[in-house]
Nanobody
Framework: VQLQASGGGLVQAGGSLRLSCAAS????????VGWFRQAPGKEREFVAA????????YYADSVKGRFTISRDNTKNTVYLQMNSLKFDDTAVYYC?????????????????????WGQGTQVTVSS
């Protein structure tokens, strides 16, 4: 499977962006997808994840209530709607796929549980 993240850009604090993660090469609806981010000088951290079947997402405390993850399996795409953006949300955002079923029930926030990563999209929030 190949993942392509897009939708990043420059936005003012308080604004919104929607990231997309488009998948190809394998049955998209079969695997969980997560979003991670990496700010300069920091480790890559978990943002949100969604199971193969959709439903409610799982979020890092820092984005809970502001970000929403969703998926459209008919379009082979996972979305990350980001509202009320803050300066600290500035980072490169990566989507990742769990091809081997390791993320659930309790590893969805672990980088090591994901097998395939997209190339990342830059999100810059100006204060």
């Amino acid at each position: 499977v190949q993942l392509q993240a897009s939708g990043g850009g420059l936005v003012q604090a308080g604004g919104s962006l929607r990231l997309s993660c488009a998948a190809s090469g394998r049955t998209f609806s079969s695997y969980a997808v997560g979003w991670f981010r990496q700010a300069p000088g920091k480790e890559r951290e978990f943002v949100a994840a969604i199971r193969y079947s959709g439903g409610g997402g799982y979020y890092a405390d820092s984005v809970k209530g502001r970000f929403t993850i969703s998926r459209d399996n008919t379009k082979n795409t996972v979305y990350l709607q980001m509202n009320s953006l803050k300066f600290d949300d500035t980072a490169v955002y990566y989507c990742a796929a769990d091809l081997t079923g390791r993320t659930w029930p309790d590893q969805y926030d672990s980088r090591g549980a994901y097998d395939q990563w997209g190339q990342g999209t830059q999100v810059t929030v100006s204060s």
